[in-house]
């Protein structure tokens, strides 16, 4: 992403401006704004020893987050709307809390041997941690600088095969090539769709995102999606005015 001069003309008049920390967007450090720059996640987390900044796929961070937005609008309406603030954090808060919920009962339906996350990069060290699941980002790993050397390409289909996983999780559609090799070369097949990592799938809210990928998760990994409460949750998101 790089910032156009319309772009850092409005920044220069904002009043405020939320970030989400840890150099997600790189081209947004050190930039001037007409009020505070705050890195929402890093008030939200503050020990990250990874600096993986993809904060939100944990449900509870996601709601600190969204609290720690909540404490930062209230001075701009000199406490005007600070009941409306509140009444709005509190709903998110709550959904994101049976989001959290939700996401534990559906990664329980999948093997215990295959609560596995093979990517390509490091994304899900959050959602990893707070669900059990074993996360292996193989270029990150094994991949000198990014680069795919045969040696590595080895290394990564050896740990391939010992993870117990079902399948590789692409970034995007169509895969790689690095990706299309390291399938090949493990004899372990990509999954058919992909997960987001980076932001909300297209035309997609935080919480279908959020839904999407778990559900494409477990049922590649041979568990089962209970896409109702899912749709359940987008409801009750989309409703909070």
């Not at 406490?79 to 989001?99: E, H, K, T, Y």
Request: hydrophobic fraction near 40%.
């Amino acid at each position: 992403m790089a910032l156009r001069p319309a772009d850092r003309s409005n920044l220069s008049k904002a009043k405020l401006v939320l970030l989400n920390g840890y150099n997600l967007t790189p081209a947004l450090k050190g930039v001037k704004a007409g009020g505070p720059v705050v890195s929402v996640g890093e008030i939200a987390v503050s020990s990250n020893p990874m600096n993986d900044p993809h904060l939100w796929h944990d449900p509870a961070i996601a709601a600190s987050m969204t609290n720690a937005v909540a404490v930062k609008l209230k001075p701009l309406f000199n406490g005007n709307q600070d009941a409306a603030i509140d009444q709005r954090r509190a709903a998110m808060d709550s959904v994101l809390g049976s989001l959290g919920t939700w996401t534990g009962q559906q990664i329980q339906t999948v093997p215990a041997e295959q609560r596995v996350l093979i990517t390509g990069h490091r994304a899900y060290s959050f959602l990893a941690r707070r669900f059990g699941i074993r996360e292996l980002p193989v270029v990150d790993e094994y991949a000198t600088g990014g680069r795919m050397r045969p040696s590595s390409l080895s290394a990564i289909s050896k740990a391939i095969k010992k993870s117990g996983t079902k399948v590789i999780f692409p970034e995007a559609l169509p895969p790689s090539k690095t990706m299309r090799r390291i399938s090949k070369a493990s004899g372990v097949p990509l999954a058919s769709k992909p997960l987001f990592a980076d932001g909300q799938a297209p035309g997609k809210s935080l919480v279908q995102t959020a839904t999407g990928n778990i559900c494409t998760f477990v049922v590649a990994q041979g568990g089962r999606c209970d896409e109702s409460v899912a749709a359940q949750l987008q409801e009750r998101w989309a409703s909070i005015r």
